[in-house]
């Protein structure tokens, strides 16, 4: 009895999130899981699609599809990160040679460099945090609108493989079960390559902070060997569903960093 009671109080809070989980399915998730059936369902009438597999092929396009409905967000991104490149570079500018004396007179010295540079930033007034704000619009922002529209595509990508549906893809029997090698390290090279090319488009610092450059690296290859163990256990179908997302998100960066962001850099 005790314990029933002692359960309750914690029953009731979860209870209370019930309400938002299903507005939050209403919202994305049915409206995401139409858009699979239909998917499945048109591929399967044509005999070389339903060769294929229609299940993964859907998630290839329910993906895509996803990708274009957030293209204005991408966009929203790509302006952001041009606001704090140039912000970066006029900063750069300014106080390049002396941060570059500061730099020599303090060498094998960082602590003491450090302090001596946050003195020059004060003098000169530059915030220390100049550029955090566009930064922050240019990554995190973005994310988290996305995130809600990204979890129920996972859950219905989720719900469908275990729908009982012939899910064929290519060389995997079955996308409920794990594939264990091919798809994982696909998913996780693509999500490597993706890391590249995100940390390449990010704003210069004004300053060279090797202890920082060496977590940014060991992220880059941490992130992608952790997404292969995890996908080596999970349904072959969500390995799918993140090689085809980080493929499309590393097209999309390579055309940001090569078709915009350079050609910034090259106009001043």
């Known amino acids: 009895m005790a314990r029933r009671l002692a359960l309750a109080p914690a029953l009731s809070i979860f209870d209370a999130f019930l309400p938002v989980r299903a507005a939050w399915w ?31 092929l859907g998630i290839i396009a329910t993906t895509l599809v996803v990708r274009l409905v957030l293209l204005p967000l991408t966009a929203y991104q790509v302006r952001a990160s041009l606001r704090a490149r140039r912000q970066a570079a006029a900063i750069q500018a300014r106080l390049g040679p002396a941060v570059a004396r500061l730099r020599r007179r303090y060498r094998g010295r960082p602590l003491e460099f450090q302090q001596a540079l946050l003195e020059l930033k004060r003098r000169e007034g530059v915030d220390p945090l100049a550029g955090a704000g566009d930064a922050l619009r240019a990554g995190l922002l973005p994310w988290l609108v996305q995130l809600p529209v990204l979890i129920a595509l996972y859950q219905v990508i989720l719900t469908f493989a ?9 060389w995997v029997v079955n996308l409920a079960l794990p594939d ?44 992608p060997v952790s997404l292969v163990v995890f996908a080596h256990f999970a349904p072959a179908a969500l390995a799918l569903y993140w090689l085809t997302r980080s493929l499309v998100g590393a097209a999309q960066q390579w055309a940001v960093n090569r078709l915009v962001l350079s050609r910034a850099a090259a106009t001043g």
């Open 26 to 56: 209403a919202l994305f998730g049915l409206p995401l899981l139409a858009v699979l059936h239909w998917a499945v369902g048109f591929l399967a009438a044509f005999p070389v699609t339903l060769a294929i597999g229609p299940f993964g």
């Open 162 to 170: 275990h729908s009982g549906h012939d899910l064929h893809f290519l």
């Open 180 to 223: 264990p090698v091919l798809l994982p390290v696909l998913a996780g090279t693509a999500t490597f390559l993706l890391t590249r090319l995100t940390n390449a488009s990010r704003p210069p610092a004004l300053e060279k902070d090797e202890q920082a450059a060496a977590t940014s690296r060991t992220l880059a290859i941490v992130s």
